[in-house]
């Protein structure tokens, strides 16, 4: 009988190799949230940016909303959902009248 013990060790290396790859604080108990790294980036940017409700984020006037997957962004945008949205991976970027040098900061810190 073959012992599993080196298949397992290399699966924790990796494990915590992983794990130290995540950035600070976009998890918390095992959820992601895109929305903080976000918030800081805009805010060093020297935009007054805030989290608004479980999935968005406010700056400037402009509404960033978090879907769970970029497929889930697509199929709100499909749908007719989205109307006056701009998508970036699973983001939702709602641009209403904003000027071009706000929407490219926010655009940079959503793809970050």
């Given amino acids: 009988m073959r012992s599993h013990l080196p298949s397992a060790l290399v699966l924790l290396a990796a494990t915590v190799a992983l794990s130290a790859c995540e950035a600070p604080g976009e998890r918390s108990d095992g959820v992601y949230d895109p929305r903080k790294s976000v918030v800081s980036c805009l805010r060093e940017e020297g935009l007054d940016a805030r989290t608004s409700g479980p999935v968005d984020v ?10 769970s997957t970029s497929g889930a962004a697509v199929a709100r945008s499909i749908a007719g959902d989205a109307q006056g949205a701009e998508q970036i991976g699973r983001a939702l970027i ?17 793809d970050g």
Wanted: charged letters at 20%.
């Fill in 94 to 110: 709602w641009v209403g009248g904003a000027p071009d040098g706000l929407l490219n900061t926010i655009e940079e810190c959503v």
């Fill in 58 to 67: 406010v700056a400037g006037g402009v509404r960033v909303e978090f879907m």
